[in-house]
T-cell receptor
């Protein structure tokens, strides 16, 4: 079974803090994704990566950055957390770009920014 | 713009059948996914349709009509554990997933 893990299930941070969310997958997937999920909205793509050291902006990259130094690990960074970044953050991974492949999700990190 | 529409909430009775609809307008189409998400948990894959017609998988079936931009997820013999949100997502011409807001399904005894 594919396993995608995220570093924290719940996180509370203060405005202006730098926040790191880590995601690790164990199936050698090329693609990794960071989404945020808010009530009444669909999943919104923040950043994605098709390979190590590669990253591409999704629909809402402002206020976020990412890092993919190793194939299995994809980190989301909030440079200076703000209250409007309070959300559920979901990491996902999948196979090769251009092929229709299922995305597998981690359990999510519920972030509260005070 | 790209848009996925599905009802916000539905209620059904244990043992019954429920149909959750999804309509979409996207730039290109490379398939439609249904995911199930229990409260506080990760979405999990249910089905994928790329050709018109009905795909059956146990108690769950998914239907697609590309000409109408329409899909539905059919759940039969409902069980209490089916209480969850059901997410519809379409893969566009760039192989990006466009997500609906999800339908919260409440099952009553």
């Amino acid at each position: 079974d594919v396993k995608v893990t995220q570093s924290s299930r719940y996180l509370v941070k203060r405005t202006g803090e730098k926040v790191f969310l880590e995601c690790v997958q164990d199936m050698d997937h090329e693609n990794m994704f960071w989404y945020r999920q808010d009530p009444g909205l669909g999943l919104r793509l923040i950043y994605f990566s098709y390979d190590v050291k590669m990253k591409e902006k999704g629909d809402i990259p402002e206020g976020y950055s990412v890092s993919r130094e190793k194939k299995e690990r994809f980190s989301l960074i909030l440079e200076s957390a703000s209250t409007n970044q309070t959300s559920m953050y979901l990491c996902a991974s999948s196979f090769i770009r251009g092929e229709v492949e299922t995305q597998y999700f981690g359990p999510g990190t519920r972030l509260l920014v005070l | 713009g790209q848009n996925i529409d599905q009802p916000t909430e539905m209620t059904a009775t244990e043992g019954a059948i429920v149909q959750i609809n999804c309509t979409y307008q996207t730039s290109g189409f490379n398939g439609l996914f249904w995911y199930q998400q229990h409260a506080g948990e990760a979405p999990t894959f249910l089905s994928y349709n790329v050709l018109d017609g009905l795909e059956e998988k146990g108690r769950f079936s998914s239907f697609l009509s590309r000409s109408k931009g329409y899909s539905y997820l059919l759940l039969k013999e409902l069980q209490m554990k089916d209480s969850a949100s059901y997410l519809c997502a379409v893969m566009d011409s760039n192989y990006q997933l466009i997500w609906g807001a999800g339908t919260k399904l409440i099952i009553k005894p």
